[in-house]
């Protein structure tokens, strides 16, 4: 049975894999094709059923998918953004679990109150990996996306923690507020202190401890789960535990990762939450007829589709209300914010509210609610509350997210003018490291650079280097440099690269090269390629 169940896992996930390289093609982002594929898998017939376990899905899937999100959050920009980070985050989760909950229970037959707030809980985080997916290539004010990402990380845990509270009400029966704000406190508390021990634990063995990239890159995968485990252990937030120590560990990588290490990391995580994704929208895809069924007559699938339907449209509006409300007061309270925020425009700000999509934690959230109370009572409508979290998911990505592209640029955003372009940036960031090497030459190394022929190449190479870098700031300042001609340039410089790599192709048949000197080239010019096209 297992057997077989994996056969049927791996061939649809080859299946979902195809699909998004189709995605690709016709330049669609990816997150979108998932779900596409996980509704089509779920009307395929004959397709097996397969059961999984709910806490399973929880502990598999959550770990990682925080952990990620924590790693690759900028630290700079999101304590530079963090009262507005907190308002969307907290503020914006438990208002959004607030309307949904009194919304379903007035809407929604049969629905009670901690239901409602459970279902609130699963659908009200937005998904940032979802939402950089679909604006990948677009040019948008940096403080957008430092929002959404900033968002995405601390809202997953603020909604986990209503999801758990709601849970646990829906099981035992009872609820009171003033204990569950004190157990929030410090459930989250402890997690953050436990997340932060244990990070500062396999910070101390990246660091000090002899590791390569191969164990460094394990090692990050065991992090998250030992965080979550630990502090679920100690009845603690497993959630507040891998985003606190995810923070921690990614603000010192540099520190405890070699650059082999960290090249290795990301590519190994690029594909380990690619592949998560996948599995995530597959299970619910195998899920859906039974959901379907399990709906019962009180609530046909027409029904169930307009629930979700009307859900994703008010968790929009409360959205849109609470950004621009916050946004107007935090500005007319606090002078250094409307610097801070300045080119957040209202234009910038509607992005945010519609770039609010909700990804593949919401659907791994609502995969872990039990089945059964105890072994004589079934959970409360969990069916209904599952196929309510795919239309939600469907309707703010797909619909969302295949027209937002369009809608921003129907805004036509105005670019900051207040802040350098990425490519100046880079460049005065190299003038500076170009700069600081030629200074350590000609301080430590002054003998060498006059009768060591490599050092005085080397030292010519970093000389014209450096003008250069000068000549093109120096162009970017007088605004010689324009769009049309930094695109031509990169896609010169591309079609050299190309040749390059043409080059050693041919190069790996001339018995004179090894192989790995060919990898190391090639290595080299995928690097390049990655700072021009990243």
Same mark, same amino acid.
Not at 213 to 218: H, M
Not at 314 to 327: G, K, M, N, P
Not at 408 to 414: E, F, N, R
């Given at each position: 049975m297992l057997h077989d169940n994996l056969i049927l896992i791996l061939v649809l996930l080859l299946g979902v894999t195809l699909l998004v390289m189709l995605g690709q093609k016709i330049k669609i982002s990816y997150p979108i094709f998932l779900v596409l594929a996980g509704l089509f898998i779920g009307f395929i017939p004959g397709i097996p059923h397969i059961k999984i376990d709910p806490d399973l899905?929880?502990?598999l899937f959550l770990p990682p998918l925080l952990y990620e999100a924590a790693w690759f959050t900028s630290w700079k920009a999101f304590w530079e953004y963090k009262g507005a980070i907190f308002l969307m985050a907290v503020g914006l989760v438990f208002i959004t679990s607030v309307a949904v909950a009194y919304a379903s229970v007035a809407f929604i037959p049969g629905f009670t109150l901690a239901l409602g707030f459970l279902l609130g809980g699963i659908i009200s985080p937005p998904d940032a990996v979802a939402a950089a997916a679909v604006l990948k290539g677009m040019k948008l004010p940096k403080t957008v996306t430092a929002l959404l990402e900033g968002e995405s990380l601390v809202n997953d845990a603020s909604s986990l923690i209503v999801f758990k509270f709601a849970l646990a009400t829906v099981t035992t029966g009872t609820f009171i507020l003033q204990d569950?704000?004190?157990?929030?406190?410090?459930?989250?508390g402890l997690g953050i202190v436990i997340g932060i021990a244990i990070g500062g634990i396999f910070y101390a063995i990246h660091r000090w401890l002899p590791t390569t990239?191969?164990?460094?890159?394990?090692l990050t995968l065991l992090t998250p789960y030992f965080m979550y485990i630990v502090a679920e252990h100690f009845e603690a937030s497993g959630v507040m535990a891998v985003v606190s120590g995810g923070l921690l560990l990614s603000s010192q990588s540099?520190?405890? #990762?070699?650059?082999? @290490?960290?090249?290795?990391?990301?590519?190994?995580?690029?594909?380990?939450?690619?592949?998560?994704?996948?599995?995530?929208?597959?299970?619910?895809?195998? !899920?859906?007829?039974?959901?379907?069924?399990? #709906?019962?007559?009180d609530y046909?699938?027409?029904?169930?589709?307009?629930?979700?339907?009307?859900?994703?449209?008010?968790?929009?509006?409360?959205?849109?209300?609470?950004?621009? @409300?916050?946004?107007?007061?935090?500005?007319?309270?606090?002078?250094?914010t409307r610097v801070r925020y300045q080119d957040l425009t209202w234009h910038s700000s509607l992005v945010i509210v519609y770039a609010g999509m909700r990804g593949v934690v919401s659907l791994a959230v609502a995969l872990s609610i039990p089945v059964m109370i105890s072994d004589v009572t079934a959970f409360p409508l969990r069916n209904l509350i599952l196929f309510i979290t795919f239309v939600v998911i469907f309707v703010t990505l797909v619909v969302q997210g295949l027209t937002l592209p369009f809608f921003?640029?129907?805004?036509?955003?105005?670019e900051p003018k207040h802040k350098l372009s990425e490519q100046e940036q880079t460049n005065q960031i190299k003038l500076k490291l170009i700069d600081l090497s030629m200074e350590k030459l000609v301080a430590d190394y002054q003998y060498q650079c006059t009768h060591n022929e490599l050092m005085v190449n080397l030292k010519a190479?970093?000389?014209?280097?450096?003008?250069?870098?000068?000549?093109?700031?120096?162009?970017?300042?007088?605004?010689?440099?324009?769009?049309?001609?930094?695109?031509?340039?990169?896609?010169? #410089?591309? !079609?050299?690269?190309?040749?390059?790599?043409?080059?050693?192709?041919?190069l790996k048949r001339n018995k004179n090269y090894d192989d790995d000197i060919i990898r190391k080239e090639e290595w080299r010019l995928d690097l390049e390629e990655l700072s021009i096209t990243s």
């Open positions: 899905v929880f502990l569950a704000a004190v157990n929030f406190v410090s459930v989250a990239e191969n164990i460094d890159t394990v540099h520190v405890i #990762l070699t650059s082999n @290490s960290r090249i290795k990391t990301v590519s190994v995580w690029s594909a380990l939450i690619f592949l998560l994704n996948g599995v995530v929208f597959i299970l619910i895809g195998l !899920a859906l007829p039974d959901i379907v069924g399990g #709906l019962g007559p046909p699938i027409t029904k169930a589709i307009g629930y979700g339907v009307g859900i994703s449209f008010l968790a929009l509006v409360v959205r849109f209300i609470w950004l621009f @409300s916050t946004a107007r007061i935090t500005s007319f309270f606090n002078k250094r921003i640029k129907l805004l036509k955003i105005p190479e970093l000389q014209h280097s450096l003008n250069e870098k000068k000549d093109t700031l120096q162009a970017y300042r007088k605004g010689e440099i324009n769009k049309i001609d930094l695109k031509a340039y990169n896609e010169i #410089l591309l !079609a050299l690269i190309q040749v390059q790599r043409d080059e050693l192709h041919q």
